[in-house]
């Protein structure tokens, strides 16, 4: 890190009049679009307010101006006090929706937030996602939060009357909650501090963000900027100083400027070192080179702009950053649109540009686009400028048809862009220009981001990954998901694929499509979210801890080609394929890998089937554990043993290779002369029917009613005639030899000897024997008697598997190459009544797609977290940008009669017992805790419990049970925590006090707090409430 390393701009989000968007603010800029409009009737009335006056044709003040300024000749009509000259500005739409169940924020207490703060929240979101970062990641992170913000206004709105405030409302207003919130919510440890430099605040933040990335302070930084306009007293004042432009727009530097129309927004940047961006191969949109800030000092007026320091930063910033007149190709100047204040600003950038070779610098000012957005204009300016760099042209400018001659543009080598400006190749510089009322200023050089490419695999699949807070949301972002990429089809999809299980796959309602072309993807993301409608998707956020065993499949599942789908998908297995591969080769006398990917008949003898099969289920685990899905316990089936004793740290890999491959040249030495029949007969039945058969065995125990017969040919064909007779389904299975069987003798006598020399090694986590039919009980091992008993002995599967689904698991893998035992454990696990997720690693030979990102895929739905790298080359291992997170819009709280003469707005439905408006019907869709469970009956003392709660919540009573947890479902802080506390002694006096640290410490969900209360002295009888513990 060097002193004046440049600073990346690697993500941002922004909302202004006219865009909801980045995209729609690009397209607004390009267009040269107006996104002004009248004074929406919820802020106030704009005729009571409205009272013709002087425009500032000649513009005598500006922010940065002397007020009270004499109107300019010409202009004597008079100004009517408390009334502003205008009916317009640029105002964003719905500033009031909001998503606070995503935050974990009760409703009531949102609806004392001002709104700026909820803005900034999830904007923050969102440009952290379009940063290509997970927000989670950043959790307990240095990363600060640097806000720029000038107004206030909800605050004044809210506590002028005394009587109305509320603990929220000291949380809910000022301008530090702006940044501290923020930092709050996303668990950021860096600096948190909110800038008020009047209108150059948002830039005085970003210099800021600047100074602490480069001194270390931080990592990551989010420079932000917001503004609201909710009452006309900012109006009034501009009108009365002669300020305001009649018809509320900024004509920056052109002959019709007339003065200021005001405008709102909020953006949110997203800062990084440059080298550390690069390296983590993130996206760039821009490098600040420079960034400074200065002041007037005792200038002509603490209002009045003064050229002087204007000139003096401007040059300083250039000089540091290292570039010349000649270097800025454009100027993204403050521009207000008086005559005085572009007058100044002209003088003093003109007095850098006048002796520039080359052509002109391009000038404008997005105030022409929507107005002057006040503490976020210079952000505003700035993120013009960023996308104009990276998108390598330059919008044009509104009312640049007609310059204004005084300022002599031409001669000072300054332009207005009539037309889009194309930027040559190569580094471009820009710069950026923000003054404040006060005299505070703000500058900052720009370049475009270093070239970097980095190709993935071309045709290399992968896994995308969608989730989100609630069922509706799930959908809503698998849409814009598959919108937005039905439109950039020039992207690797295993990039993008990597993108989102990196950015978006933190949330519990999760969906996942698996694909090998973006077309497919995009057909699979509007599937999911149909699907979603149909059966609702995957919520992963009430489960308990997963635990998961690996089920080793056994022979006769082996099939052609069945390790050609993971080894040409996943990186790793085929990594550990080849390991295993090399460990066998020795043994074998070929490779083994070849066989099973080139689909060799071979394959299907004793001799390489043991191990190929050994091989595939090494390196599907081996590749699962590395992806941090690896097993809590294991189970296997006949050879399936020796891969799960490698799991179980009872054998190392050499090892195991060597005695696979031994035991199978073993096995297909033995003459051919058995069979194995798979009969539809309980153990019991099975053994009593092949009593006085030597020649005969039982080789598994599948299932209650899941048998395999093995032995000679000639007496299991009788057994067969017999069962037949009797109606009993039979199935004669397809294998080379009888295995498990009374002819397999010989060969366990000579395995045993191959075993002698193993070193008794005890199980790391549980093994469930299917020799035993249990699991392994302390110090038992899998020594050279078990190894040889397993060749003979039957398979006790059923056994072992009631066993494993006892003991409580979640998920079992089936490690292999077709879905054998999934169907055995699926009837094991609904007759014992034990619910368990199953997992195929592979469904079968017929089975078409990507399955090593499908299985990931469901795992992750099923609330595992992989390590998702795992599945991608490391060319893949790049950042894309995707669409941010869509929140939901349903809440929305602003001020009844917002402005002394606001129309009255029709109150927001509150559930039954709350006191004061808070949200809109239907506003608590989507929070976290599910709906109570059907025949759940509370008590009286449980009824009044869930009343407070919703109350103090402002929670709906079908969203609230006994299990909703308080702070994560419900949002409560130690603030409500304490209303709670209060409201609960009103209604039950004679429990007196409750203990503070009870409510704080120990009590996680409704229900929890409910049995506390019934357990305190005194709740043994009928709860009755008092009068003002019910009231409503």
């Given at each position: 890190m060097t002193e004046r390393e440049p600073i990346a701009v690697v993500g941002l989000d922004c909302r202004f009049p006219g865009a909801r968007d980045p995209q729609e603010y690009w397209s607004l800029l390009m267009d040269g679009r107006d996104g002004?409009?009248?004074?929406?009737?919820?802020?106030?009335?704009?005729?009571?307010?409205?009272?013709?006056?002087?425009?500032?044709?000649?513009?005598?003040?500006?922010?940065?101006?002397?007020?009270?300024?004499?109107?300019?000749?010409?202009?004597?009509?008079?100004?009517?006090?408390?009334?502003?000259?205008?009916?317009?500005?640029?105002?964003?739409?719905?500033?009031?929706?909001?998503?606070?169940?995503?935050?974990?924020?009760?409703?009531?207490?949102?609806?004392?937030?001002?709104?700026?703060?909820?803005?900034?929240?999830?904007?923050?979101?969102?440009?952290?996602?379009?940063?290509?970062?997970?927000?989670?990641?950043?959790?307990?992170?240095?990363?600060?939060?640097?806000?720029?913000?000038?107004?206030?206004?909800?605050?004044?709105?809210?506590?002028?009357?005394?009587?109305?405030?509320?603990?929220?409302?000291?949380?809910?207003?000022?301008?530090?909650?702006?940044?501290?919130?923020?930092?709050?919510?996303?668990?950021?440890r860096g600096p948190s501090l909110a800038v008020d430099t009047a209108c150059s605040s948002s830039l005085v933040a970003v210099h800021l963000a600047v100074n602490a990335l480069r001194s270390g302070e931080c990592d990551h930084a989010l420079a932000a900027g917001t503004n609201l306009i909710m009452t006309p007293v900012l109006n009034i004042f501009y009108a009365q100083a002669g300020l305001s432009a009649p018809d509320g727009r900024c004509k920056p530097f052109s002959a019709l400027a007339d003065g200021i129309g005001r405008a709102e927004g909020v953006a949110v940047l997203v800062l990084r070192r440059l080298g550390d961006a690069l390296a983590d191969r993130q996206p760039v949109y821009a490098v600040l080179k420079e960034t400074g800030t200065n002041q007037d000092g005792r200038s002509n007026g603490i209002t009045a702009p003064s050229r002087w320091a204007q000139q003096q930063l401007i040059s300083s910033v250039w000089e540091r950053a290292g570039v010349t007149a000649d270097d800025i190709r454009f100027v993204e100047a403050h521009g207000t649109g008086t005559l005085l204040g572009d007058f100044i600003e002209a003088q003093a950038l003109g007095e850098l540009t006048a002796g520039r070779d080359g052509g002109s610098v391009a000038l404008g000012s997005v105030k022409s686009n929507f107005g002057h957005a006040e503490g976020a204009a210079g952000i505003a300016g700035l993120i013009k400028a960023v996308l104009a760099l990276h998108h390598r042209t330059v919008p044009p400018s509104r009312f640049a048809h007609e310059e204004n001659p005084k300022l002599d543009?031409?001669?000072?080598?300054?332009?207005?862009?009539?037309?889009?400006?194309?930027?040559?190749?190569?580094?471009?510089?820009?710069?950026?220009?923000?003054?404040?009322?006060?005299?505070?200023?703000?500058?900052?050089?720009?370049?475009?981001?270093?070239?970097?490419?980095?190709?993935?695999?071309?045709?290399?699949?992968?896994?995308?990954?969608?989730?989100?807070?609630?069922?509706?949301?799930l959908r809503a972002n698998l849409l814009a998901q598959a919108d937005a990429l039905a439109r950039r089809p020039e992207h690797q999809l295993a990039q993008l694929c990597w993108t989102s299980n990196r950015v978006k796959s933190r949330l519990s309602h999760r969906a996942a499509v698996a694909a090998g072309d973006l077309p497919a993807l995009v057909a699979g993301l509007r599937s999911a979210a149909e699907q979603a409608e149909e059966t609702g998707p995957t919520d992963t956020g009430r489960r308990a801890?997963?635990?998961?065993?690996?089920?080793?499949?056994?022979?006769?599942?082996?099939?052609?080609?069945?390790?050609?789908?993971?080894?040409?998908?996943?990186?790793?297995?085929?990594?550990?394929?080849?390991?295993?591969?090399?460990?066998?080769?020795?043994?074998?006398?070929?490779?083994?890998?070849?066989?099973?990917?080139?689909?060799?008949?071979?394959?299907?003898?004793?001799?390489?089937?043991?191990?190929?099969?050994?091989?595939?289920?090494?390196?599907?685990?081996?590749?699962?554990?590395?992806?941090?899905?690896?097993?809590?316990?294991?189970?296997?089936?006949?050879?399936?043993?020796?891969?799960?004793?490698?799991?179980?740290?009872?054998?190392?890999?050499?090892?195991?290779?060597?005695?696979?491959?031994?035991?199978?040249?073993?096995?297909?030495?033995?003459?051919?002369v058995g069979g194995m029949l798979a009969v539809e007969l309980g153990a019991a039945r099975a053994e009593a029917l092949l009593a006085g058969r030597e020649r005969l065995g039982l080789a598994a125990v599948n299932g209650p009613e899941a048998t395999v017969i093995s032995g000679d040919l000639d007496e299991l064909a009788e057994v067969e005639a017999e069962l037949r007779a009797r109606n009993t389904v039979v199935r004669r299975l397809t294998v080379s030899h009888a295995f498990h069987s009374p002819l397999m003798g010989p060969v366990a006598e000579r395995f045993a000897a191959e075993c002698a020399a193993l070193a008794a090694r005890r199980p790391v986590l549980p093994v469930f024997s299917t020799v035993h039919g249990r699991e392994l009980a302390n110090g038992e091992t899998m020594d050279a008697e078990y190894w040889a008993r397993q060749i003979t002995a039957p398979v006790r599967f059923a056994e072992a598997a009631g066993a494993l689904l006892a003991g409580g698991v979640t998920h079992v893998v089936e490690i292999g190459p077709r879905a054998v035992l999934t169907p055995l454990l699926a009837r094991l696990a609904a007759d014992a009544g034990h619910p368990v997720g199953l997992h195929a690693a592979h469904p079968g030979e017929h089975a078409r797609g990507h399955r090593a990102q499908e299985l990931f895929g469901e795992l992750w739905c099923a609330g595992l977290t992989p390590r998702w790298q795992v599945l991608y080359d490391e060319s893949d291992l790049v950042p894309r940008r995707l669409p941010p997170y869509v929140f939901d819009d349903l809440f929305r709280s602003w001020c009844s009669g917002?402005?002394?003469?606001?129309?009255?707005?029709?109150?927001?439905?509150?559930?039954?017992?709350?006191?004061?408006?808070?949200?809109?019907?239907?506003?608590?869709?989507?929070?976290?805790?599910?709906?109570?469970?059907?025949?759940?009956?509370?008590?009286?003392?449980?009824?009044?419990?869930?009343?407070?709660?919703?109350?103090?919540?402002?929670?709906?009573?079908?969203?609230?049970?006994?299990?909703?947890?308080?702070?994560?479902?419900?949002?409560?802080?130690?603030?409500?925590?304490?209303?709670?506390?209060?409201?609960?002694?009103?209604?039950?006096?004679?429990?007196?006090?409750?203990?503070?640290?009870?409510?704080?410490?120990?009590?996680?969900?409704?229900?929890?707090?409910?049995?506390?209360?019934?357990?305190?002295?005194?709740?043994?009888?009928?709860?009755?409430?008092?009068?003002?513990?019910?009231?409503?």
């Open positions: 002004t409009g009248r004074v929406p009737e919820e802020r106030w009335d704009a005729d009571r307010y409205h009272a013709p006056g002087p425009a500032s044709p000649v513009g005598t003040a500006s922010p940065g101006s002397p007020v009270g300024t004499a109107s300019p000749a010409g202009t004597s009509e008079r100004r009517v006090p408390g009334r502003t000259n205008t009916r317009r500005g640029g105002f964003i739409r719905d500033p009031d929706a909001f998503d606070p169940a995503f935050f974990g924020i009760a409703p009531r207490e949102a609806a004392a937030m001002d709104p700026q703060q909820r803005l900034l929240l999830q904007s923050s979101w969102r440009a952290v996602e379009d940063a290509a970062l997970a927000p989670q990641d950043l959790a307990g992170s240095d990363t600060g939060v640097f806000v720029g913000v000038m107004a206030n206004e909800w605050a004044h709105l809210q506590l002028a009357d005394y009587d109305r405030i509320t603990a929220r409302h000291g949380s809910g207003n000022g301008y530090f909650m702006g940044a501290n919130r923020v930092s709050y919510h996303l668990d950021l543009l031409a001669e000072r080598r300054l332009t207005l862009l009539r037309a889009p400006l194309r930027l040559p190749p190569g580094t471009v510089h820009a710069a950026v220009s923000s003054f404040g009322m006060g005299g505070s200023n703000a500058h900052t050089v720009l370049a475009s981001a270093p070239r970097t490419v980095h190709r993935g695999r071309p045709g290399a699949a992968g896994v995308f990954t969608v989730s989100a807070r609630s069922p509706e949301r801890a997963p635990s998961v065993a690996f089920a080793f499949t056994g022979q006769g599942s082996q099939h052609p080609r069945m390790a050609d789908s993971w080894y040409r998908s996943c990186p790793a297995y085929a990594r550990h394929l080849d390991t295993v591969d090399e460990l066998l080769a020795p043994h074998t006398g070929r490779s083994v890998r070849d066989l099973v990917l080139e689909g060799d008949p071979r394959a299907q003898r004793a001799r390489f089937a043991q191990p190929a099969l050994f091989a595939v289920e090494y390196a599907l685990a081996a590749t699962l554990t590395e992806a941090g899905i690896g097993p809590s316990y294991v189970i296997g089936h006949s050879i399936g043993e020796f891969a799960a004793a490698c799991a179980a740290g009872v054998l190392d890999e050499a090892d195991a290779a060597r005695l696979v491959a031994r035991r199978g040249a073993l096995m297909e030495s033995l003459p051919r917002a402005a002394p003469g606001a129309p009255e707005r029709s109150a927001p439905r509150l559930p039954p017992g709350a006191d004061a408006p808070a949200v809109r019907h239907g506003a608590d869709r989507g929070q976290a805790c599910p709906p109570a469970p059907a025949g759940e009956r509370p008590d009286a003392l449980a009824e009044l419990t869930h009343r407070l709660v919703c109350r103090v919540g402002g929670h709906a009573p079908e969203r609230v049970h006994a299990r909703s947890r308080l702070h994560e479902d419900l949002g409560f802080d130690s603030i409500q925590v304490m209303e709670l506390k209060a409201r609960i002694e009103q209604a039950l006096p004679r429990l007196g006090t409750l203990p503070v640290e009870d409510l704080l410490a120990g009590l996680r969900t409704v229900g929890d707090l409910v049995r506390y209360l019934r357990a305190l002295p005194h709740t043994g009888a009928p709860v009755t409430a008092t009068p003002e513990g019910t009231r409503s």
